[in-house]
């Protein structure tokens, strides 16, 4: 019966598959209750390296979420162009039935002279302030629904109290979060991992049960996340290979490449050796007398 751990290059799980893998290694061995101290010890010292993980991984799993600003950013701005648009028709509209408290409604956006292009924050106050005032009127919130612009204005309301709440986050992430603290507790965790494989492999080669029955079944856990780690990988290879594939590939070059083409050699003055009438130089005939 093998007694060895089988080997995973943890290094290639993404965040939450490493935090899942070692949370279930600690439950799988924390169930067994040996009733040796080193071992045990070993544990302690394991768990708390993956509590200190599951911190870190709580702080980058808010930091994707405050991604989520750009988009409530981006939707409220289209909500408030569209918004103060329409408004703005019907304030002009002579035959709208809400002209007159369109014109007020317009009177009250534009006082604040809200542009989308400013900062996030004052953009965020701004806004807050013209919902404000919209809602204490009840002939406002009427003339909206009439015009059928409620809903946007409501999805307004919605986005930017969620970019103010993503702000808020990000401030508090921002006291928390340590530069790599993620990438050093999971190096941390990996390091206690790898002593806990190493005794319980002493333990079984030592003392035998229940450590020789144990890690088989722990092995069978990992054979699982590993056949998965390199299922991702195969396909990764296959889609990189794809992707290269479908780059246009370089035109030939003409012989030679991109080398400069050789000078031309000065010659002899009088040409390529040739005489006035075209035919190479001879040296003259010697005449004989008879």
């Known amino acids: 019966m093998k007694t060895s751990i089988t080997k995973i290059d943890l290094r290639q799980l993404e965040n939450g598959t490493h935090f899942e893998f070692m949370t279930t290694c600690s439950t799988f061995f924390a169930a067994k209750s040996y009733e040796n101290e080193l071992i045990n010890n070993t544990l302690k010292t394991f768990n708390e390296a993956l509590k200190t993980e599951d911190e870190q991984l709580k702080i980058f799993i808010s930091n994707e979420e405050v991604k989520n600003v750009t988009a409530n950013d981006q939707l409220r701005d289209n909500c408030y162009t569209y918004l103060r648009a329409c408004v703005k028709a019907h304030a002009n509209a002579l035959a709208s039935p809400v002209r007159e408290v369109a014109e007020k409604i317009l009177a009250t956006i534009d006082k604040y002279n809200l542009r989308i292009s400013v900062g996030i924050d004052k ?34 309301e919605r986005t930017n109290q969620a970019v103010a709440q993503a702000q808020d986050a990000r401030d508090r992430l921002n006291e928390q979060r340590t530069v790599g603290g993620m990438a050093e507790a999971r190096r941390a965790t990996d390091e206690a991992y790898g002593n806990l494989c190493f005794i319980l492999e002493s333990a079984a080669a030592m003392f035998g049960a229940p450590f020789k029955t144990d890690i088989p079944s722990w092995n069978s856990t990992v054979n699982r996340y590993k056949a998965n780690l390199e299922h991702k990988q195969a396909v990764n290879a296959a889609k990189r290979k794809e992707e290269e594939a479908d780059k246009p590939k370089p035109e030939p070059q003409p012989e030679g490449g991109n080398q400069p083409k050789p000078e031309p050699q000065p010659q002899p003055e009088g040409g390529n050796s040739q005489t006035e009438g075209g035919h190479a130089d001879v040296p003259p005939t010697e005449v004989h007398p008879e």
């Open 123 to 156: 953009e965020t106050g701004l806004l807050r302030n013209i919902i404000d005032d919209l809602k204490k009127d009840g002939s406002f919130t009427e003339a909206l629904t009439t015009m059928g612009m409620k809903p946007v204005f409501d999805e307004m």
